[in-house]
C-alpha cells in the first residue's frame, strides 16, 4: 500500500531492510557511508547486517525484542542496526554518554535482552540492576562481565549463520527512541519503519538531495539526526554521507574541503559556533550549497548565508513526528509553514486554537498512516497525555503571522536543551538530590551566548550542612552525561512555590545568573 502526500509517500510495503537490499542490488560497490574508521558499501552493509540477524536468531531473538545499540560513529553500529531492524525486533538505541540511573532506566525499562556496545561503555554496567540483560556484544576488547554472556562484535559475526528473515511490514516497529523526560524519566517512543523511512523521504526532498550530493553529520547515530535524515536519506537517495565521530568549529570547513561535501546538518549551536570562528579569505571556497538546520538564530541566518555562501533550510521537528513544519521559502525567523502531511495548529491549555498572533502551544495530526509514534512504551498514561483530543502535543509554543508563517516562541515541557543535546531536568535534580548535602533542588535552563540553553541551578543546601562544590561537581560527573553538568549554581535559602508546593521555574530563570552565581567555567571548583 503506498500513500502520498504532495511527493511525499509512504510505502507500507517497504522496510529499513529492504531499502538497504534494493540499494546493494542497485549498486554494491559505491561508497555509502565513510566513517573516520573506514568506508562502508551497501554490499558490505547488506552481508554483514545479515550476519548480525543470523546470529541474534540463533540466541532465539527476534520480532518484538528489544536489543540495545551503545556505540560512536563507527560501522559496527550501522551493522548491528540493520541486523536488528531486518529480524523484525526492535533496537533500542542509547546515548553514549549515558551512565548510571540514566542508563539502567533506558535498558531496564526497554527490557533489551542484548546490548552491542564498544568496550569502554562495558565498565559502566557494573552496579546496574538489569534483570532482563542476557548478552553483552562488545566491539573492541573488554573483560568479561561476570553476570551476563559477553561476546566479541568479529565473533558474533564469524558465528551468524545465514538468518530465515521474516516477512516485515512498514507497519512493524523498528526502535524505541529514548527522549528526555520533562516530569518523570525518559520516556521511550516507539516508531515504525515506516514512520523511519517518512522522515529519511522528508528531509531528502526538503534539501532536495540526489545521487550527486555529498552529506555530511557530525550527530552521533543515535540521534534520529544522523540515523534517518543522514544514513537513510543516503540509502534513499543515492547520495554520500560523510560521518566523524565529533564536530569540530575550527576544522568545520576544512573537512567540507577534504570531503567536497554538498550539505551538511545542523541546529543552533551549531550554526553559532561555525559562524564565530575567524574570518578566513577561504571562507567560501567548498561545495557546500545548503544546510538543513533548526533553530537558527534570526541574527545569525542571513550573516552566515553571506559570509559562507550557504543556503540555510530551517525547519521544526522533533522525534516523535520528525519534520512536521518547513521553511521553504526563506522567511527568515521564522520556523515555517506546515509540511503537507500534517495538520498544524496553535491552541491553548484547554486545546482551543489561538488567534493570529497569539503564542498557543503547536499541536499536529498526521495526514498519512505510520508517521507519528505508535505510544511511549509501557507509558499508557503519558501516550494518552500526549495525543489528547485527537491531537499530538509537542510541549512547544510559537505564534503564527497573517501570512501562516510560524515563530517559535518557548518550551511549555519543563526541559533544557544544551548544545542539541535534550536535558530532562527531572532526571537532573533526581542525581544532585542523591547527596546528604543538598534538601532540594530545581534544574532550569538560563540562555546560552552560543543559542540555547546553559544549565543552572538553584540548591537549598540541608540543614547543617556544608556543600562542597567540588563534591557537587564530581558526583555529577561520575552520575550524569557530560552535557547535563550544570554549569552555574546558586545556593538559596528557599525556592520559589506555589501554594501547592510546586517549584516556579519562571521565577528562577527570570533571576537568571546573579553576582552569586558560580560559573563553572569561568572560575572552576579546585579539583575540577
Known amino acids: 500500500m503506498r500513500v502520498t502526500a504532495n511527493g511525499i509517500d509512504v510505502d507500507l510495503a517497504r522496510t529499513l531492510g529492504s531499502e538497504l537490499e534494493r540499494a546493494a542490488e542497485a549498486d554494491p560497490d559505491r561508497l555509502l557511508v565513510r566513517f573516520e574508521t573506514g568506508?562502508?558499501?551497501?554490499?558490505?552493509?547488506e552481508t554483514r547486517s545479515r550476519a548480525v540477524a543470523g546470529a541474534l536468531q540463533a540466541w532465539v531473538i527476534g520480532r518484538g525484542d528489544r536489543v540495545a545499540v551503545m556505540m560512536g560513529n563507527v560501522p559496527e553500529f550501522l551493522e548491528a542496526w540493520f541486523g536488528i531492524a531486518r529480524l523484525g525486533a526492535i533496537e533500542v538505541p542509547v546515548h553514549s554518554a549515558y551512565r548510571g540511573p540514566l542508563l539502567q532506566h533506558v535498558l531496564g525499562q526497554s527490557e533489551s535482552s542484548t546490548l552491542f556496545c564498544d568496550a569502554e561503555f562495558v565498565p559502566r554496567l557494573h552496579g546496574l540492576e538489569l534483570p532482563n540483560l542476557r548478552r553483552v556484544i562488545v566491539r573492541g576488547e573488554a573483560e568479561p562481565l561476570p553476570w551476563v554472556d559477553t561476546h566479541r562484535f568479529e565473533d558474533v559475526l564469524a558465528g551468524g549463520g545465514p538468518p530465515r528473515l521474516p516477512t516485515l511490514e512498514g507497519e512493524t516497529v523498528s526502535c524505541i527512541l529514548y527522549t528526555s523526560g520533562t516530569t518523570g524519566p525518559s520516556k521511550g517512543v516507539v516508531l515504525t519503519?515506516?514512520?523511519?523511512?517518512?522522515?529519511?523521504?522528508?528531509?531528502?526532498?526538503?534539501?532536495?538531495?540526489?545521487?550527486?550530493?555529498?552529506?555530511?553529520?557530525?550527530?552521533p547515530l543515535f540521534h534520529v539526526n544522523a540515523k534517518?535524515?543522514?544514513?537513510?536519506?543516503?540509502?534513499?537517495?543515492?547520495?554520500?554521507?560523510?560521518?566523524?565521530?565529533?564536530f569540530s568549529a575550527s576544522r568545520f570547513w576544512d573537512r567540507m574541503r577534504e570531503e567536497r561535501a554538498t550539505s551538511f546538518n545542523a541546529m543552533g549551536a551549531m550554526i553559532s559556533m561555525i559562524a564565530a570562528q575567524p574570518p578566513r579569505d577561504d571562507d567560501r571556497d567548498h561545495c557546500v550549497r545548503r544546510t538543513y538546520s533548526a533553530a537558527t538564530p534570526t541574527a545569525l541566518w542571513e550573516p552566515f548565508e553571506r559570509r559562507f555562501g550557504v543556503e540555510?533550510?530551517?525547519?521544526?521537528?522533533?522525534?516523535?513526528?520528525?519534520?512536521?513544519?518547513?521553511?521553504r521559502e526563506h522567511r527568515v525567523g521564522s520556523i515555517g509553514r506546515p509540511a503537507p502531511w500534517f495538520e498544524v495548529r496553535l491552541a491553548d491549555e484547554r486545546d482551543r486554537a489561538v488567534a493570529t498572533g497569539e503564542a498557543g502551544e503547536i499541536q499536529v495530526r498526521p495526514k498519512l498512516p505510520g508517521i507519528v509514534p505508535i505510544e511511549y512504551w509501557k507509558r499508557p498514561d503519558a501516550t494518552a497525555e500526549a495525543f489528547r483530543n485527537l491531537w499530538f502535543h509537542t510541549g512547544d509554543t510559537a505564534r503564527a503571522d497573517a501570512d501562516g508563517f510560524l515563530y517559535y516562541v518557548d518550551r511549555i515541557k519543563d526541559c533544557i536543551r544544551r548544545r542539541g543535546e535534550n536535558i530532562s531536568s527531572w532526571e537532573l535534580e533526581s542525581v544532585i538530590s542523591e547527596l546528604d548535602e543538598v534538601l532540594e533542588v530545581a534544574a532550569y535552563g538560563v540562555p546560552s551566548e552560543l543559542g540555547e540553553d546553559e544549565?543552572?541551578?538553584?540548591?537549598?543546601v540541608t540543614p547543617g550542612h556544608v556543600l562542597e562544590f567540588e563534591t557537587l561537581f564530581a558526583h555529577c560527573e561520575r552520575r550524569l552525561a557530560r552535557f547535563a553538568v550544570p554549569r552555574y549554581v546558586r545556593l538559596v535559602d528557599a525556592l520559589p512555590k506555589t501554594p501547592s508546593q510546586r517549584v516556579q521555574k519562571f521565577a528562577l530563570r527570570e533571576t537568571g545568573v546573579t553576582a552569586d552565581t558560580l560559573d563553572r567555567s569561568a572560575a572552576p571548583a579546585p579539583g575540577i
Open 228 to 246: 534517518y535524515t543522514s544514513v537513510m536519506a543516503a540509502i534513499r537517495t543515492g547520495a554520500k554521507l560523510v560521518i566523524d565521530e565529533r
Open 455 to 460: 544549565v543552572m541551578i538553584a540548591v537549598v
Open 39 to 45: 568506508d562502508v558499501s551497501p554490499g558490505r552493509l
Open 312 to 327: 540555510v533550510l530551517e525547519h521544526y521537528g522533533m522525534t516523535e513526528i520528525g519534520i512536521a513544519i518547513w521553511n
Open 193 to 219: 519503519h515506516a514512520a523511519n523511512l517518512h522522515l529519511a523521504n522528508c528531509a531528502a526532498v526538503f534539501c532536495g538531495w540526489t545521487a550527486e550530493d555529498t552529506l555530511y553529520t557530525a550527530f
